[in-house]
């Protein structure tokens, strides 16, 4: 699970000046997989997914924008990834 500590060693950010707003990244960053995946389970795919939409978020701080393409692609793959390969994994293992 990404939690403060694990988000500014990834951003790189030893200062606590914007801990509140990397929380707040934090959590959106766990709605935005909670929507886009319908089913949220802590795992190094959505650590990482959670990692790069805070980096991204923090680093554009505007308010109109748009998503780079190499983080639109990542988050997209890793997605992907939660979505179909946890119902393959279920299924054969036997649940539905």
């Given at each position: 699970?990404?939690?403060?500590?694990?988000?500014?060693?990834?951003?790189?950010?030893?200062?606590?000046?914007?801990?509140?707003?990397?929380?707040?990244l934090?959590?959106?960053?766990?709605?935005?997989?909670?929507?886009?995946?319908?089913?949220?389970?802590?795992?190094?795919?959505?650590?990482?997914?959670?990692?790069?939409l805070?980096?991204?978020?923090?680093?554009n701080?505007t308010?109109?924008?748009?998503?780079?393409?190499?983080?639109?692609?990542?988050?997209?793959?890793?997605?992907?990834?939660?979505?179909?390969?946890?119902?393959?994994?279920?299924?054969?293992?036997?649940?539905?």
């Open positions: 699970m990404v939690d403060l500590k694990k988000a500014k060693d990834y951003l790189r950010i030893d200062y606590e000046e914007d801990d509140e707003f990397i929380r707040s934090i959590a959106a960053s766990k709605i935005y997989l909670e929507n886009a995946c319908g089913n949220f389970k802590s795992s190094e795919l959505t650590d990482l997914a959670q990692l790069i805070v980096e991204h978020w923090n680093d701080r308010l109109v924008g748009t998503v780079s393409d190499s983080v639109k692609h990542s988050v997209d793959a890793i997605i992907f990834q939660i979505r179909y390969c946890e119902q393959v994994e279920n299924n054969e293992s036997g649940q539905t």
